[in-house]
């Protein structure tokens, strides 16, 4: 509700009161001014105006020219629902079956099968957990043994398929699609691998599966490529 003040309604007051309405109307009027400018100035963005893209925040989202709906969120009243459904019972890994131990209206405990009726399909609530994850650290003790009919030493060399670096074909794989499909750097690569495996690790042996073809042989090259490939098969799964 807005009032005007006209000229006739200041005449009819007191001289005082005359002079306090058009100060009041004055003041009101240049307040009015200033928040036009304001609001005028707000609305200008680097994509409506000369200002530069430094002035606005780098994570500003632009205003929606869409009106916003008076639907809830959620599916509509009546349509079918969509859940994650139960992996088979020969699938599970572990069941545990719970039972109350009394009634919760009387409180009466339930003593052998004649103190309650059986629930023969129970709800059932499936958790999902990640299991608990293990380095597998192999040693190849490489055994050099000294010949007592020339004296000449001679060293038993690696089994073929083994890396020549301290890691193997699957952890090269996952450093690999860490740093490769991932975007990870170096420093967080090392990172994951401590946290989430257990594995000591740093943050140059990225560089040292980088390039696994500079300080191996064509074996673990080509044994790196396999699991690579393979990794990236069950990903694209």
Not at 12 to 35: E, F, G
Not at 231 to 236: E, Q, R, T
């Amino acid at each position: 509700m807005s009032l005007e003040v006209t000229e006739e309604l200041i005449a009819r007051q007191s001289p005082d009161a005359q002079a306090i309405i058009r100060a009041l109307l004055a003041q009101n009027a240049a307040l009015a001014k200033r928040v036009a400018e304001l609001e005028n100035r707000l609305s200008k963005s680097p994509q409506n105006s000369s200002l530069p893209p430094s002035t606005q925040h780098p994570h500003a989202k632009p205003p929606s020219g869409k009106l916003k709906s008076q639907r809830k969120r959620g599916g509509e009243p009546g349509h079918p629902r969509h859940e994650r459904a139960l992996i088979p019972a020969e699938q599970r890994d572990d069941v545990v079956v719970l039972k109350p131990t009394s009634c919760r209206r009387c409180g009466k405990r339930f003593r052998g099968r004649g103190s309650h009726r059986a629930d023969l399909d129970p709800p059932r609530y499936q958790m999902w957990e990640l299991p608990e994850t293990k380095p597998i650290v192999t040693e190849y003790q490489q055994h050099r043994l000294i010949c007592r009919g020339c004296g000449e030493s001679t060293c038993v060399e690696l089994p073929d398929g083994v890396p020549r670096s301290t890691a193997g074909p699957r952890l090269v794989s996952l450093i690999t699609m860490l740093m490769g499909c991932f975007r990870q750097s170096k420093r967080r690569m090392a990172m994951f691998l401590e946290q989430f495996f257990g594995q000591p690790c740093s943050p140059h042996l990225g560089c040292e599966t980088a390039e696994p073809g500079d300080r191996g042989t064509a074996a673990d090259l080509r044994t790196t490529r396999s699991a690579v490939a393979l990794a990236i098969a069950g990903l694209a799964r």
